[in-house]
């Protein structure tokens, strides 16, 4: 793969608008200048290709999907990451979910291509518009004989669901909680996902950084608590992170003050119909206007000094010119 210009790594849900006409042309315009739009995303890979391809919208080289567990070239249709959960623990969790009243047509799972789901009315009128969900008559007994689970989703009352989470870390795995439509909004349901400790937006970041080395540095672009890592990524190394205006205030506030004292910058994306459509081009052109002021200088640096005949018959050269630590608050509950 040929290293990019530049990298603007983004979220999907709530960041970027699929439905916006101009954003093939984006797509395709950041490729022309050299640089790539990573996809990083809690939903599975295999969801982001097809909404992408049902958009005709041009498909990226690479897509992060569920928070980084699993990292996907779909030109080659290859996991280049691929991390698994332990089965044990899985079926540990959902016998602990299922002991304190949980609804087994609230679990589902994926493998990072296909997600797995009950066989319910709610549930497929939920995931009417995929083709990436396959519905199970017992899926207990579907995620019982898995052995490929990349992400395991709980969802229920709120407190219900706290108190979940409380025992999942204590098995030493990532979580993620946030409110959810799944499978139906009247039931104001809260969703955990659970994946491997050692995943994140941001370790996906920092891996796919060092193995593609853009040469003019990269963007991270989000507006949810799973985008933290993400984030703070972008910020320790000098990067910008870009956080949608609309995200909750005090995920704003948190990202502001981890940016104090450190190297990057943050940046509030204007909002409007399109979303980040327009700000991901405009920070394109800001990348590419980087990369035209570098190779300016390195063509000044490679000129021939000037240089002035005096009467002594002597070549004068002419000099050249001289050239706080923040805790996070308690975001991830």
Same mark, same amino acid.
């Given at each position: 793969?040929?290293?990019?210009?530049?990298?603007?790594?983004?979220?999907?849900?709530?960041?970027? /608008?699929?439905?916006? #006409?101009? !954003?093939?042309?984006?797509?395709?315009?950041?490729?022309?200048?050299?640089?790539?739009?990573?996809?990083?995303?809690?939903?599975?890979?295999?969801?982001?290709?097809?909404?992408?391809?049902? &958009?005709?919208? %041009?498909?990226?080289?690479?897509?992060?999907?569920? /928070?980084?567990?699993?990292?996907? !070239?779909?030109?080659?249709? +290859?996991?280049?990451?691929?991390? &698994?959960?332990?089965?044990? =623990?899985?079926?540990? *969790?959902?016998?602990?979910? !299922?002991?304190?009243?949980?609804? *087994?047509?609230?679990?589902?799972?994926?493998?990072?291509?296909?997600?797995?789901?009950?066989?319910?009315?709610?549930?497929?009128?939920? @995931?009417?518009?995929? &083709?990436?969900?396959?519905?199970?008559?017992?899926?207990?007994?579907?995620?019982?004989?898995?052995?490929?689970?990349?992400?395991?989703?709980?969802?229920?009352?709120?407190?219900?669901?706290?108190?979940?989470? =409380?025992?999942?870390?204590?098995?030493?795995?990532?979580?993620?909680?946030? %409110? +959810?439509?799944?499978? =139906? #909004?009247?039931?104001?349901? @809260?969703?955990?996902?659970?994946?491997?400790?050692?995943?994140?937006?941001?370790?996906?970041?920092?891996?796919?950084?060092? &193995?593609?080395?853009?040469? @003019?540095?990269?963007?991270?672009?989000?507006?949810?608590?799973?985008?933290?890592?993400?984030?703070?990524?972008?910020?320790?190394?000098?990067?910008?992170?870009?956080?949608?205006?609309?995200?909750?205030?005090?995920?704003?506030?948190?990202?502001?003050? @981890?940016?104090?004292?450190?190297?990057?910058?943050?940046?509030?994306?204007?909002?409007?119909?399109?979303?980040?459509?327009?700000?991901?081009?405009?920070?394109?052109?800001?990348?590419?206007?980087?990369?035209? +002021?570098?190779?300016?200088?390195?063509?000044? #640096?490679? %000129?021939?000094?000037?240089?002035?005949?005096?009467?002594?018959? =002597?070549?004068?050269?002419?000099?050249?010119?001289?050239?706080?630590?923040?805790?996070?608050?308690?975001?991830?509950?």
């Amino acid at each position: 793969m040929k290293r990019p210009e530049f990298i603007i790594f983004t979220d999907k849900d709530c960041t970027i /608008n699929l439905e916006d #006409k101009k !954003l093939n042309n984006i797509f395709h315009l950041v490729s022309t200048m050299g640089g790539m739009v990573i996809p990083v995303t809690g939903r599975t890979v295999g969801d982001i290709e097809e909404n992408i391809r049902q &958009k005709n919208i %041009r498909m990226p080289e690479i897509i992060v999907g569920d /928070n980084g567990a699993n990292i996907y !070239l779909p030109n080659q249709h +290859t996991f280049i990451i691929q991390k &698994k959960l332990e089965h044990k =623990k899985v079926m540990d *969790i959902l016998h602990e979910y !299922l002991k304190n009243g949980g609804n *087994i047509d609230f679990v589902r799972y994926t493998n990072g291509e296909n997600i797995f789901a009950s066989d319910q009315e709610d549930v497929r009128e939920y @995931y009417r518009n995929s &083709k990436k969900v396959k519905f199970c008559s017992n899926i207990y007994e579907k995620i019982q004989q898995a052995e490929d689970i990349t992400k395991l989703t709980l969802a229920g009352r709120r407190e219900d669901i706290e108190q979940r989470a =409380k025992f999942i870390q204590n098995l030493d795995f990532w979580t993620d909680m946030d %409110r +959810t439509r799944f499978p =139906k #909004k009247e039931y104001e349901n @809260y969703r955990l996902d659970i994946a491997q400790k050692n995943i994140s937006k941001g370790e996906a970041v920092k891996a796919l950084v060092a &193995k593609l080395k853009p040469q @003019y540095g990269y963007l991270c672009v989000g507006n949810g608590r799973n985008d933290i890592s993400m984030f703070e990524t972008a910020i320790d190394n000098g990067m910008i992170a870009a956080i949608m205006s609309n995200s909750d205030p005090e995920l704003i506030d948190y990202i502001e003050q @981890y940016a104090k004292g450190k190297k990057g910058e943050v940046k509030k994306v204007p909002l409007d119909r399109d979303l980040a459509n327009e700000y991901i081009l405009k920070m394109a052109k800001e990348f590419q206007s980087r990369q035209k +002021t570098r190779e300016r200088e390195i063509r000044e #640096k490679k %000129r021939l000094p000037n240089v002035e005949r005096v009467k002594v018959g =002597k070549l004068i050269t002419k000099k050249e010119n001289p050239n706080v630590e923040f805790k996070r608050k308690n975001l991830e509950r």
